[in-house]
């Protein structure tokens, strides 16, 4: 035990009985991850596909707005419902809130395939956010209960490595929908993903109060506390404040890539809807899955030395994202396009499997999931309307380097955000 961390007390994987148990918590997790974003990536990369089917697209005069504003809805309702869902996580359990949201949105997944019209379109998509609304807070929360030490951002690494999986997935989604149907790969998804609901349910467990940090006493309190009087302590805390702006100001550059990018390099670079799926989602993807790893492993030995040191390793991963995006706008080529989403992709892993990790030093264990919510809730509501915003400069024709040089801008204010956040040792917290 000489090499502890000294700024945490023991993790769960210094326990001989309970290291099994905390890295089954994250591998098990780790395919839902991978399902709630192959879900969401699917509806961009099918595009093209999505549009033609539905007639009300064809009779409009401003489809990219319409598409625009369906993506936006998705994440208004998401952001909204985050905050229920972190709250009951950290009220109750966050095993029960992971299964019921991998089932509910599994179903309504199945159900999209179904859908006519933009309205029922817009209904699925709003749903879709419901359901997925529980699962992220929850799922980070019980990693971080489980890893209290010295392989939190690893953890939370691997978790988000499952994420970009998903997204990659999703990213073929264009070559499904031309050789299966768009309809059929929203059946097949939804259905795998109720399926699994069931065992996760039986092997997953919330972590124990000794590895959480959470005594008896303080749980019960916790409980005994008002929802709202939770969410007021915590944005009483300056510290939580700058992590909310942080963790939002990069995300809405992260949410255009993700939805918009397959149809950018489909028109500027004259691709067919497979080909701009893959090149917009798989390089960047596994640059991000690179970057999580290496990210989470240097966090963690930078902590060892210093309290700061996973704010400074994702400091550096957004110093790598704002020159990416300026790129990204600019770029002449495919190639010159997916070099600078790779360097985005490298830095957005290093950003993403932090988040969590720097919360848990300014927020109690018991509020972890209340936090990640209200996180959420801001960040998807302006993801939202960067998607919608994004939407209706396309159709009002403004260059592609003046939309993401704005992004850009957003990105290099939050590096002297993150640096302002004073972390605080467990001890401190409890």
Excluded at 132 to 157: K, M, N, W
Excluded at 339 to 360: E, Q, T, V, Y
Aim: neutral net charge.
């Amino acid at each position: 035990m000489a090499n502890r961390n000294p700024y945490e007390p023991l993790n769960a994987v210094d326990h001989p009985g309970l290291t099994k148990t905390a890295w089954l918590a994250v591998a098990l997790l780790m395919p839902v991850a991978l399902l709630n974003y192959l879900d969401r990536q699917m509806m961009a990369s099918m595009q093209s596909s999505v549009i033609a089917s539905i007639p009300d697209f064809a009779d409009a005069e401003n489809p990219q707005a319409m598409w625009g504003f369906m993506l936006g809805q998705f994440k208004w309702v998401y952001a909204v419902f985050s905050l229920v869902g972190g709250a009951i996580a950290d009220r109750y359990s966050r095993r029960w809130a992971v299964c019921a949201s991998l089932f509910v949105w599994s179903a309504v997944t199945w159900w999209t395939g179904h859908v006519t019209t933009y309205n029922e379109l817009l209904w699925a998509r709003s749903l879709m956010g419901v359901s997925e609304a529980f699962y992220i807070p929850a799922a980070l929360a019980l990693i971080a209960d489980y890893h209290t030490g010295q392989t939190r951002s690893r953890a939370v690494g691997l978790h988000q490595m499952a994420i970009y999986c998903g997204v990659i997935a999703g990213g073929f989604g264009g070559y499904a929908a031309t050789q299966f149907g768009w309809r059929s790969a929203f059946f097949a998804c939804g259905v795998v993903g109720v399926l699994y609901a069931f065992p996760l349910l039986l092997i997953l467990k919330d972590a124990p109060r000794c590895v959480a940090g959470v005594s008896e006493e303080t749980e019960v309190g916790q409980r005994g506390k008002n929802p709202i009087e939770s969410m007021v302590g915590l944005l009483s805390n300056p510290s939580f404040l700058l992590l909310v702006l942080y963790f939002t100001l990069p995300a809405m550059a992260g949410w255009v890539v993700r939805d918009w990018m397959p149809s950018i390099l489909k028109k500027e670079f004259k691709m067919g809807e497979g080909a701009a799926g893959v090149a917009a989602t798989l390089y960047w993807q596994v640059a991000a899955i690179f970057g999580a790893v290496l990210g989470g492993t240097i966090a963690d030995r930078w902590m060892q030395k210093n309290l700061r040191g996973r704010i400074y390793v994702s400091a550096i991963g957004m110093l790598m994202i704002v020159p990416a995006i300026f790129g990204v706008g600019n770029a002449t080529s495919i190639g010159m396009a997916v070099a600078f989403l790779i360097l985005f992709g490298l830095g957005w892993g290093f950003f993403d499997g932090n988040n969590m990790p720097i919360l848990s030093q300014i927020a109690k264990p018991q509020l972890r999931a209340t936090g990640y919510g209200i996180m959420n809730f801001v960040s998807i509501s302006c993801g939202g309307l960067a998607d919608w915003g994004f939407g209706k400069l396309q159709d009002a024709k403004v260059p592609l380097n003046v939309s993401f040089g704005l992004f850009a801008l957003l990105a290099i204010v939050s590096v002297a955000l993150v640096l302002m956040i004073r972390p605080r040792t467990e001890e401190e917290l409890n």
